[in-house]
Each structure stands twice: as C-alpha cells, then as structure tokens.
T-cell receptor, first 112, second 113 residues
Framework: KQEVTQIPAALSVPEGENLVLNCSFTDSAIYNLQWFRQDPGKGLTSLLLIQSSQREQTSGRLNASLDKSSGRSTLYIAASQPGDSATYLCAVRSNSGYALNFGKGTSLLVTP | NAGVTQTPKFRVLKTGQSMTLLCAQDMNHEYMYWYRQDPGMGLRLIHYSVGEGTTAKGEVPDGYNVSRLKKQNFLLGLESAAPSQTSVYFC????????????FGQGTRLTVV
C-alpha cells in the first residue's frame, strides 16, 4: 500500500521568506503526483500536477519537483505572503491503484 | 465552469437516520471518487467508480453504499448513520486513471448526533 508522508506537519514563517514543503512516498511506481491547497472549511484546490516522467512544474511563485526514484517531492514557495496561509496536501496516483493516496498535509502560516 | 458539485454542503443527522450525498461533474470524466477527511487521518478513500454502472470499495467502505447510474453523477448513501461517520466528505473526478489532474468538490460537512 502506498504511504505518503508530509514534513513538517506545521510551519510558521514571516512574510517574504522562501520555503520548502516536503512529501515522500513509499512506492516509486507512480503515474503522477499532485499538490493541493486547502483553506479552512473549504475544498481542495489543485496547484500543480507532475507526471512521473517530469522533474518539475512551475506556476507563478510555486515550483514542485519530483524525484521518483527516491520517492520524494518538494513544493517550493517563493516570497511567501499571508495569503499563502493554508494546508498543503500532496497526493500520489500509483500504478497499482485507481485513486489518489494523500499525505496528512502541512499547515502553513505566513505572518505579516 | 461548475466542475464538481456536491449537495448538500452541510447536514446534521440523528443516529440511525439515512441520507444520500450527491456528486455531479460536468467534465465528462470516467472516474469518480468519494473520500472522507478526518482530523489527524488525512483523506481516505471510501468508494470509487471507473465508469457508468461500476463501483468498487476503497479503504474505508463499511457503512456506505454508492451508485453510478449516470456518468455525471456519483451518489454516496448512509443507510443507518453512526456518530463515527461524522466527517467532511469530498467527491473527486478524473478523466482517466493515468496522468490527468483530479478535481474536487467543495465538500459536505456531516454531523451525526
């Protein structure tokens, strides 16, 4: 069974800092990895999708990398803003299953 | 663009009552999923469907039933609600199994008292 772990569980940074969120998975046989953002009481918003053949994807201040062989992905957020405060979830679609396997998320607080 | 729509958004049930959660997607996706999200547990898959007329069990299927009579709709039923089913329920859809993005609804917050 695919296990997805996100570290740290919570993170607090001052505005303007660059930061890295980590995601690791146990089975490297994946189709893709997707990063989501979840605001309190809200649904999941897709941020970036990385295919298994890709090394990274970028969207604005966000950059996600994937090292499939080592079972790791990182989400880099540049010049953080208070509006980035949310929970960030990593999800993996394995070759052996139909669904996304989620980590428990990193709760990010960016203080002014 | 509606995407994935869940109905209702909030509900309070008494123990033993039944209810159906509706998920509708307008993207012509083949695959649809129901997840539940609980504090400290992350998102766990309840049931899923790989096409109209098909359903399959996920990680935590007990106490739930599903139906996919139409491609655009995926229903999640609770026949006899229990307090342990208090959770936030999310529906998701994808166009196929392999490389495409998953889209999620806004969630249904269910409380069973």
């Amino acid at each position: 069974k695919q296990e997805v772990t996100q570290i740290p569980a919570a993170l607090s940074v001052p505005e303007g800092e660059n930061l890295v969120l980590n995601c690791s998975f146990t089975d490297s046989a994946i189709y893709n990895l997707q990063w989501f953002r979840q605001d309190p009481g809200k649904g999941l918003t897709s941020l970036l999708l990385i295919q298994s053949s890709q090394r990274e994807q970028t969207s604005g201040r966000l950059n996600a990398s994937l090292d499939k062989s080592s079972g790791r992905s990182t989400l880099y957020i540049a010049a953080s803003q208070p509006g980035d405060s949310a929970t960030y979830l990593c999800a993996v679609r394995s070759n052996s299953g139909y669904a996304l396997n989620f980590g428990k998320g990193t709760s990010l607080l960016v203080t002014p | 663009n509606a995407g994935v729509t869940q109905t209702p958004k909030f509900r309070v049930l008494k123990t033993g009552q039944s209810m159906t959660l509706l998920c509708a997607q307008d993207m012509n996706h083949e695959y649809m999923y129901w997840y539940r999200q609980d504090p400290g547990m992350g998102l766990r898959l309840i049931h899923y469907s790989v096409g109209e007329g098909t359903t399959a069990k996920g990680e935590v299927p007990d106490g739930y039933n599903v139906s996919r009579l139409k491609k655009q709709n995926f229903l999640l039923g609770l026949e006899s609600a229990a307090p342990s089913q208090t959770s936030v329920y999310f529906c998701a859809s994808t166009s196929d199994r392999r490389g495409t993005e998953a889209f999620f609804g806004q969630g249904t917050r269910l409380t069973v008292v």
